[in-house]
């Protein structure tokens, strides 16, 4: 089968062998995988043995739609079983380190399945996995509706986490960067660029130059919540966050809350709110096209937010 992977060449689409079922799993045929920044600085590293991707959905042999959880934790530890699993110290990734769903076929665990409700089809559903980061930064920040928020940095966590504020009633505000970034704010319910002091301010970039913007923001006892991965350090503004007694915090990828996991809230969203969809996704490649789409993925002035290859 074919499959994209990071090699000498660059990245190329390859022949692999198609993945064995093991007792209790279950195939996933891929319709749509998103290409995210992350897998951008992953290929940086040089060649891998892994296929990329793990923002992915597909359908099952009976064709029923599903999104695909990522993470693969070990399910033993207290991390585990305290309901932190994506806390898990031995946990692996599907895209990251071992084989992901920028591919024609994936084997999977049951428990990995997010059923798709009505209203959201396997070609949007490769959103389910970043609306899912913001779905629980969002929770992670304890925001509950009517709080001013601003949101530095417009990729596609970013939009995402202007769509989940706005769609729980926040006064949501967007720094972005490109035109085209700025138009898609305000059609996921941005207000505009931000303007005054935020209750939280959500940093999705990565750069000092975004944590620098996001204490400027924040209020006197405020909140900066970070989305984004550093891959580089960065200093944070400490004269900054200790006049105004900022909080910070971090959120890493998606967990359960009161019984539900977020990834399935993220669907729920997607469903309800389809202009998610329709916005974020820019682009549409064929999977044999995949170095083309991270050529493009890595220019945003030229438009791009989210990149779907489509292996099917």
Not at 50 to 62: Q, S
Not at 205 to 213: D, I, L, P, T
Not at 247 to 264: P, Q
Not at 302 to 310: D, Q, T, V, W, Y
Request: charged share 20%; hydrophobic share 40%.
């Amino acid at each position: 089968m074919k499959a994209v992977r990071n090699t000498e060449r660059g990245v190329e689409v390859v022949d692999v062998d198609r993945p064995a079922a093991g007792p209790g799993q279950v195939e996933v045929t891929v319709r749509s995988s998103g290409l995210c920044g992350s897998d951008l600085h992953l290929i940086g590293y040089g060649p891998s043995p892994f296929t990329l991707g793990h923002e992915f959905a597909g359908t099952l042999a009976d064709g029923t739609p599903v999104a695909v959880d990522p993470s693969r934790p070990c399910g033993r530890c207290d991390l585990c079983t305290s309901g932190r699993a994506h806390l898990c110290r031995d946990a692996l990734v599907v895209g990251v380190s071992t084989d992901g769903g920028m591919a024609e076929r994936v084997v999977c665990d049951p428990s990995a399945l997010v059923r798709l409700p009505a209203g959201l089809g396997p070609d949007q559903a490769c959103l389910v996995e970043p609306v899912a980061v913001s779905v629980h930064g969002l929770a992670v920040a304890g925001i509950t509706g009517g709080e001013r928020v601003a949101v530095v940095g417009a990729g596609s966590i970013g939009l995402t986490a202007v769509a989940v504020a706005a769609d729980q009633g926040c006064e949501t505000a967007l720094e972005a960067r490109h035109p085209h970034q700025i138009v898609a704010g305000e059609r996921l319910g941005a207000s505009g660029p931000p303007s005054g002091e935020y209750d939280v301010v959500i940093e999705a970039a990565g750069s000092q130059s975004a944590v620098e913007r996001a204490f400027d923001l924040v209020r006197p006892g405020g909140q900066v919540l970070f989305l984004s991965t550093f891959w580089d350090p960065i200093t944070l503004p400490g004269v900054a966050a200790l006049m105004k007694e900022v909080t910070c915090r971090w959120a890493y990828t998606y967990g359960h809350r009161h019984g539900t996991r977020d990834i399935d809230g993220a669907a729920a969203l997607l469903a309800r709110h389809p202009e998610i969809a329709a916005t974020l996704i820019t682009h549409r490649f064929p999977l044999a096209d995949a170095a083309a789409a991270f050529a493009v993925a890595a220019d945003r002035r030229g438009g791009a937010i989210k990149i779907a290859l489509e292996p099917t």
